[in-house]
């Protein structure tokens, strides 16, 4: 079964960097994007950026150039998100979703990690 | 860059009652436009894709439509664990602004 798997819950103070974890299993690594999404306390759902596993090409919002890395391991079937410049405005639960194609250039979320807190405290 | 607009922001209905969600592009996105259900303390949940088609273990009571800029998501039969709060997302990955769906 599809599954993935994220890092635990992180404390940052402003201005440090965080590196999200997001390790999957069930599927071929290389025939999907991962999505990053994030939620702040009470907020809806916002959209960070998608990384192809297969070629490692990006897209990010825009609000988010400049500041966010998305990478993948093939060899370990893990993604990762990293953010730079942290603020308290960066509180948030953090999602990664497997963004698979169904179309030749369409593609949609259907799993989910568990989410990961990262909390911008000084 | 495309925004969407959902509503009502938030629908108060009964078990049993149909639920109607809306969602509205800013401009066409053809039939590109997912819908999420995202309960608290959970991760979203892929309910529909591409408008129209249900997405794995989908109950059938979960219907969407619509193409270009408008879209519909119908509830038939409301059960009390689909209260809950639902996204619909483009292709560009934003999301609307999510419809709170609570038991009156």
């Known amino acids: 079964q599809v599954q993935l798997e994220q890092s635990g819950g992180e404390v940052k103070k402003p201005g440090a960097s965080v590196k999200v974890s997001c390790k999957t299993s069930?599927?071929?690594?290389?025939?999907?994007?991962i999505n990053w999404v994030r939620q702040a306390p009470g907020q809806g759902l916002e959209w960070l950026g998608w990384?192809?596993?297969?070629?490692?090409?990006?897209k990010f919002a825009e609000k988010f150039q400049g500041r966010l890395t998305l990478t993948t391991d093939t060899s370990t079937s893990t993604a990762y998100m990293e953010l730079r410049g942290l603020t308290s405005d960066d509180t948030a639960l953090y999602y990664c979703?497997?963004?698979?194609?169904?179309?030749?250039?369409?593609?949609?979320?259907?799993?989910w990690g568990q989410g990961t807190q990262v909390t911008v405290s000084s | 860059e495309i925004v969407l607009t959902q509503s009502p922001a938030t629908l108060s209905l009964s078990p049993g009652q149909r639920a109607t969600l809306s969602c509205r592009a800013s401009?066409?996105?053809?039939?590109?436009l997912h819908w999420y259900q995202q309960k608290p303390g959970q991760a979203p949940r892929l309910l529909i894709y591409?408008?129209?088609n249900r997405a794995t273990g989908i109950p059938a009571r979960f219907s969407g439509s619509g193409s270009g800029t408008d879209f519909t998501l119908t509830i038939s039969n409301l059960e009390p664990e689909d209260f809950a709060v639902y996204y619909c997302?483009?292709?560009?990955?934003?999301f609307g602004q999510g419809t709170r769906l609570d038991i009156k």
């Open positions: 979703a497997r963004d698979k194609p169904y179309r030749t250039t369409r593609w949609m979320s259907d799993y």
């Open positions: 069930g599927y071929t690594f290389t025939t999907s994007n």
């Open positions: 990384i192809s596993a297969d070629n490692g090409d990006t």
């Open positions: 401009e066409s996105i053809h039939t590109y």
């Open positions: 591409d408008a129209s």
């Open positions: 997302q483009d292709r560009s990955r934003s």
